[in-house]
């Protein structure tokens, strides 16, 4: 989790984005519908999940880089992980935690893969939006709780994006491993 740059971020993110949609975008209907691994939620329902928390974290950034832009906070591009974030990602890492869903962010269901797809390739391109704010804006003066993490700043929801990706591809990885053993 080394980033220099703003751009260094988008980059990785970018990169993390393509392996999901090689874990998700062939899925059959049959696939679609497998049980995650506690049973609770679908292999769809996992991908509407990620689209869904994706637009959260999108809102989030809009809001903090927002203010940084409203108080003329600028940054010189770099990027500035917090403390409680990295922290954070250790121990979920070193304990292998489960992080639950907040009920907000939970899939409704019933939505197909495609349409979580969809939603996931408009919500990125809002993001890439944000990219000329979070170059020029200061995105570490202001934060917004996260459940595990507690308050973490606008580049810390940045990275999560790609991570909390990354940690789902596993998961439909894994699902799909022991349905084909």
């Known amino acids: 989790m080394e980033f220099e740059t703003i751009a260094d971020v988008y980059a990785a993110n970018d990169k993390i984005r393509e392996n999901f949609m090689h874990v998700v975008s062939e899925l059959s209907e049959e696939q679609e519908n497998l049980p995650s691994e506690n049973g609770k939620w679908t292999l769809a329902a996992v991908v509407e999940h990620v689209a869904k928390v994706e637009n959260g974290m999108l809102q989030i950034c809009r809001k903090l880089l927002s203010k940084s832009e409203t108080e003329n906070k600028t940054s010189d591009g770099s990027v500035k992980l917090s403390k409680a974030f990295i922290d954070g990602v250790i121990k979920l890492r070193t304990e292998n935690q489960k992080v639950e869903a907040p009920e907000m962010v939970h899939p409704e269901g019933g939505i197909p893969i495609a349409d979580s797809l969809k939603k996931m390739e408009q919500n990125r391109a809002e993001l890439n939006k944000l990219k000329p704010l979070f170059e020029n804006f200061d995105g570490t003066l202001n934060t917004f ?20 990706e990354t940690r789902h591809a596993a998961q439909i990885g894994r699902i799909l491993e022991q349905e084909n053993d």
């Open 145 to 164: 709780p996260h459940p595990a993490f507690g308050e973490i700043n606008a580049h810390d929801w940045l990275v999560l994006i790609g991570g909390h």
